[in-house]
Structure formats: structure tokens, C-alpha cells
């Protein structure tokens, strides 16, 4: 998607105004990947990981111990134990998931938008990037998770903005999508206001996010590759190409609400890089409406802890 580039000072202070509305995600976050994605690891790693942050470890302590994990079983008491009860992809899943669940805190702004159906579509894209990350035997599956998940923080951003500023500025773009039936990133260079992809780069580039999440987040509205800057390796490149498809998905199964509801269909070429079939298509919907359903549990179960 080729566009005017952005005047980068109004970005920088954007993102100082910002500062104060999203906290910066915990170490543990990134430690949990690196240690999760190696296959030699083992619990102890895990459990070292964990005890580290005793305010995180108290909240994986209290999601092990709800009904939906802990069951009929006897109450989960320490790390080791969580550990066994949750498991690896798990843990690192609600590490992760509550560091970024306080940041979509907020009231409902306007009868279709609201943080809470932001929230829930970005953890359906990051069950879904996850799902056909391993669908396609790639390794890095967690880290597919990661980007999909924080893939739309600029929007999160946005919003927060708005309310420091009393402004609808988000809000008149998601209903510009809405009336033209574009995309929210259409409708914001339409209405000539802060991009969403880029604001939310910056935020994961301040917060010292990996190169993978940085890329994601900065170009996951920009389906040629010839025109994403500044790409790190063809891995980012390919799971760029993962989290769009992802995220079409997720939009396709109006699971959540993003701010738009035309997202564009990935393109054949899109497709033959993911080395994706057309008609493989269908397979893989399936198993992330599989996936999504369980993600509708979970986020049920978050609501509670």
C-alpha cells in the first residue's frame, strides 16, 4: 500500500504523548519466548523464567487455578505446579495475554467499536497466526502468536489518544470504513490522520519488541513485499505474509471487531509465498474456527481472573 511517508516528529511525539496510557510489556514476555521456542528447554528454565516476576507468576498461579484448567484437582500452589497443570505454550499464552489484556482497558465508545471487541479480535489473530504457523510446519509458531496479538496496539493507541485529547478523530475513521466499506487503514489515509501501523511500529520499537513483531506491526497492511522497508530477513517477510492472511481470517469469522469490516482478500501471490494452495483455503479456515472456539473460552476465563 504505497503512501505519503509519515512526518516522522508528529509520530515521535505522538508516542511520547502516549507513554503514560501503555505501560511497557514485562521482560518475562520476551524471556518466555526465547526460552519456550527452544526445544531443548526444560521446566526448571521455564520455572526460573517465571519466579522472576512474582506479580506475574501470581497471575498464571490464578488462571491455573480456575475451573477451566484447574477442574476437580487439587489447587495449584507454585510454579512448578502451574507449570504442569497449564503447560509450556500455555503459560507463556497468559504471561503474555494479561501483560497486553490491561492495556485494552475502557469504555465502549460508540455502538460498534469498543476496546473490548479490539481486544478479542487481536487475540483471535494471534490464534489464528499460530494455527497456520504450525499448519505449516514453521517453528517460530510462538512468535507468530506474539505478532499477532499486539499486530493492531496502534489502534489501542489511537483510542487512548483520543480520550487524552477528547477527540473522536479513531472513532470518525472506524465509521469512515464502516459508511465507504474500506479498511480502517483506507479511512485513515483518507481522513489524513496518524496510521495505525505506524504508530503502533514505533510503540513496539520503543518498548524493545524483537525485529519479528516490530516488522508485523509496521507493515501488516502491506501486501507487496517490494514495498516493506527496512525488513530484516525473508522470515519477517513470510510472517508478514502469515499475520495478514491471519488477520483476514479472523475479520472473515467477525470474530472481534477491528474498527473495519472489508478486509481484503489475500492475493494469490500472498498465497504462493505462504506456499499456499487456493484450495488448501478452506483446511485451514476450519482449524482456526476450531482454534477460535477455544479462544472464545479463554477469553471468557481472562474476564474472571
Same mark, same amino acid.
Given at each position: 500500500?504505497?503512501?505519503?511517508?509519515?512526518?516522522?516528529?508528529?509520530? *515521535?511525539?505522538?508516542?511520547? +504523548? =502516549? +507513554? +503514560? &496510557? %501503555?505501560?511497557?510489556?514485562?521482560?518475562?514476555?520476551?524471556?518466555?519466548?526465547?526460552? %519456550?521456542?527452544?526445544? *531443548?528447554?526444560? @521446566? /526448571?528454565?521455564?520455572?526460573?523464567?517465571?519466579?522472576?516476576?512474582?506479580?506475574?507468576?501470581?497471575? =498464571?498461579?490464578?488462571?491455573?487455578?480456575?475451573n477451566? $484448567?484447574?477442574?476437580?484437582?487439587? !489447587?495449584?500452589?507454585?510454579?512448578?505446579?502451574?507449570?504442569?497443570?497449564?503447560?509450556?505454550? !500455555? =503459560?507463556?499464552?497468559?504471561?503474555?495475554? @494479561?501483560?497486553?489484556?490491561?492495556?485494552?482497558?475502557?469504555?465502549?465508545?460508540?455502538?460498534? /467499536?469498543?476496546?473490548?471487541?479490539?481486544?478479542k479480535?487481536?487475540?483471535?489473530?494471534?490464534?489464528?497466526?499460530?494455527?497456520?504457523?504450525?499448519?505449516?510446519?514453521?517453528?517460530?509458531?510462538?512468535?507468530? $502468536?506474539?505478532?499477532?496479538?499486539?499486530?493492531?496496539?496502534?489502534?489501542?493507541?489511537?483510542?487512548?489518544l483520543?480520550?487524552?485529547?477528547?477527540?473522536?478523530? /479513531?472513532?470518525?475513521?472506524?465509521?469512515?470504513?464502516?459508511? !465507504?466499506? =474500506?479498511?480502517?487503514?483506507?479511512? #485513515?489515509?483518507?481522513? +489524513?490522520?496518524?496510521r495505525?501501523?505506524?504508530?503502533? $511500529?514505533l510503540?513496539?520499537?520503543?518498548?524493545?519488541l524483537? &525485529?519479528?513483531?516490530e516488522?508485523?506491526?509496521?507493515?501488516?497492511?502491506?501486501?507487496?513485499? #517490494?514495498?516493506?522497508?527496512?525488513i530484516?530477513?525473508? #522470515?519477517?517477510?513470510e510472517?508478514?505474509?502469515?499475520?495478514?492472511?491471519a *488477520?483476514?481470517?479472523?475479520?472473515?469469522?467477525?470474530?472481534?471487531?477491528?474498527?473495519?469490516?472489508?478486509?481484503?482478500?489475500?492475493?494469490?501471490?500472498?498465497?504462493?509465498?505462504?506456499?499456499?494452495?487456493?484450495?488448501?483455503?478452506?483446511?485451514?479456515?476450519?482449524?482456526? #474456527?476450531?482454534?477460535?472456539?477455544?479462544?472464545?473460552?479463554?477469553?471468557?476465563?481472562? *474476564?474472571d481472573?
Open positions: 500500500m504505497n503512501s505519503l511517508a509519515p512526518n516522522f516528529d508528529y509520530y *515521535d511525539f505522538l508516542v511520547r +504523548q =502516549i +507513554q +503514560q &496510557k %501503555l505501560p511497557t510489556l514485562p521482560t518475562i514476555v520476551n524471556e518466555l519466548t526465547n526460552v %519456550l521456542e527452544n526445544p *531443548d528447554s526444560s @521446566t /526448571f528454565a521455564v520455572e526460573d523464567v517465571m519466579v522472576s516476576d512474582a506479580p506475574m507468576t501470581t497471575r =498464571i498461579l490464578r488462571v491455573a487455578n480456575t477451566f $484448567y484447574r477442574g476437580s484437582r487439587e !489447587k495449584v500452589t507454585d510454579a512448578s505446579e502451574a507449570i504442569g497443570t497449564l503447560g509450556f505454550e !500455555k =503459560i507463556r499464552n497468559v504471561a503474555l495475554t @494479561t501483560s497486553v489484556f490491561k492495556m485494552f482497558s475502557g469504555p465502549s465508545a460508540v455502538d460498534k /467499536f469498543s476496546l473490548e471487541g479490539l481486544w479480535h487481536c487475540l483471535g489473530v494471534a490464534s489464528a497466526s499460530r494455527t497456520i504457523a504450525k499448519y505449516l510446519g514453521k517453528s517460530w509458531h510462538e512468535t507468530a $502468536y506474539t505478532c499477532g496479538l499486539v499486530h493492531d496496539i496502534g489502534k489501542v493507541a489511537r483510542f487512548k483520543d480520550e487524552d485529547d477528547e477527540t473522536e478523530v /479513531f472513532l470518525k475513521d472506524s465509521q469512515t470504513s464502516l459508511d !465507504k466499506k =474500506i479498511s480502517l487503514i483506507q479511512a #485513515e489515509l483518507i481522513n +489524513q490522520s496518524p495505525h501501523d505506524y504508530l503502533g $511500529y510503540i513496539c520499537k520503543n518498548w524493545g524483537s &525485529k519479528y513483531v516488522g508485523v506491526v509496521r507493515w501488516h497492511h502491506e501486501p507487496n513485499p #517490494e514495498n516493506r522497508q527496512k530484516a530477513s525473508e #522470515e519477517v517477510n510472517l508478514i505474509d502469515l499475520v495478514i492472511l *488477520d483476514w481470517v479472523v475479520n472473515d469469522k467477525k470474530f472481534g471487531f477491528s474498527g473495519h469490516e472489508n478486509p481484503e482478500h489475500p492475493s494469490d501471490a500472498l498465497l504462493a509465498r505462504l506456499n499456499i494452495h487456493p484450495t488448501h483455503l478452506e483446511p485451514i479456515c476450519s482449524s482456526v #474456527e476450531t482454534e477460535l472456539e477455544m479462544t472464545e473460552d479463554f477469553c471468557k476465563m481472562l *474476564d481472573v
